[in-house]
């Protein structure tokens, strides 16, 4: 074999046995198919940045209008889990369209507040079959059994803020999905990013005046230097966790 053939080799080998990061979520972490479409993008376009590709991928699945529930059941997660690898990270981001209708004609994307082990038997009117619909905690437990199954390792972020502010304070999640992610990670061991704190943090620094141009159409979706400042925030938070060996990898 010739040196450049070895080499070749090599560069093949240790491309398919690098860990991969998946990143799930909805719209606010990957917006349309993560091109910029209406000046809109999310977090988990511009996360690569802050990694050494060439020891890690970085593979960015979220899907705009999904909550925690219908990236289940649309089959969006099973992509994600049957290329799972132990050394795996899995980085999850729901909350946003959790509080929607069960089995509403639009979407019948909403799960039932908490984390308990409460459920609804419902008709889907969307997918055309009955459903148990169970709450926002169920979910995020089911994807960290999931990835833990696969020996990966699971991060949970609480959601982005949007922008909505009450005497020049952010509107924090804390008491909702922000709270009910960080009990999620608490009961189940996953590491956990306070990203809604995180940011929040930083857009009472920055004032409404500064944070509305980040948010060009909505209170929700942001532009790309709000989605840039969301994923710093993301690295920001993977840098606060105590053992977490994918800090390792970031530039």
């Known amino acids: 074999m010739t040196r450049l053939?070895?080499?070749?080799?090599?560069?093949?080998?240790?491309?398919?046995?690098?860990?991969?990061?998946?990143?799930?979520?909805?719209?606010?972490?990957?917006?349309?198919?993560?091109?910029?479409?209406?000046s809109l993008w999310g977090w988990g376009s511009f996360l690569d940045e802050s990694f050494d590709t060439t020891k890690i991928a970085v593979r960015n699945y979220a899907l705009g209008g999904r909550s925690s529930r219908t990236f289940v059941t649309e089959g969006h997660w099973d992509i994600v889990l049957e290329q799972l690898k132990?050394?795996?990270?899995?980085?999850?981001?729901?909350?946003?369209?959790?509080?929607?209708?069960?089995?509403?004609?639009?979407?019948a994307r909403g799960t039932i507040k908490g984390i308990g082990e409460d459920s609804s038997n419902i008709y889907n009117p969307i997918r055309k079959v009955n459903e148990t619909v169970h709450t926002y905690g169920w979910y995020m437990r089911k994807y960290v059994a999931d990835i833990k199954a696969k020996g990966a390792i699971p991060i949970i972020c609480s959601p982005i803020p949007r922008n909505m502010f009450k005497d020049n304070k952010v509107l924090r999640a804390g008491a909702d999905y922000g709270g009910w992610a960080r009990q999620t990670a608490q009961s189940t061991g996953a590491y956990f990013i306070d990203l809604n704190a995180i940011i929040a943090d930083q857009y009472d620094q920055l004032g409404p005046g500064k944070v509305k141009d980040f948010f060009p159409g909505d209170h929700t979706h942001t532009n790309e230097a709000g989605a840039?400042?969301?994923?710093?925030?993301?690295?920001?938070?993977?840098?606060?966790?105590?053992?977490?060996p994918l800090a390792k990898y970031l530039r």
Request: zero cysteines; glycine letters at 16%.
């Open 86 to 107: 132990p050394g795996d990270y899995v980085i999850m981001q729901f909350g946003h369209n959790d509080g929607g209708p069960l089995d509403d004609t639009a979407r």
């Open 228 to 244: 840039k400042l969301n994923a710093n925030a993301v690295v920001t938070g993977l840098l606060q966790q105590k053992g977490l």
């Open 5 to 38: 053939a070895f080499l070749l080799l090599f560069a093949i080998f240790a491309q398919q046995s690098r860990p991969t990061l998946y990143i799930i979520g909805d719209s606010t972490v990957k917006n349309g198919k993560g091109k910029g479409d209406g």
